[in-house]
């Protein structure tokens, strides 16, 4: 029973740096993005081009 809650307490712990990592990847992953979009002088709507707003007629 010991070995068990050892292994659970090891599997918990093992668990959370995986969780840490993954999140510092994404980290990283998104100021990658926001380097080339500044580098390359994109918005977020030139990426992903449904968030724009649509223009209406007779409106100025």
Do not use: C, F
């Amino acid at each position: 029973m010991v070995r068990i809650g050892e292994l659970r307490s090891e599997l918990q712990e093992l668990e959370q740096q995986a969780s840490d990592m993954r999140e510092a990847t994404r980290l990283e992953a998104l100021v990658k993005i926001r380097n080339i979009m500044r580098a390359q002088q994109l918005t977020i709507e030139d990426i992903l081009p449904e968030l724009r707003r649509p223009v209406r007629a007779g409106r100025d």
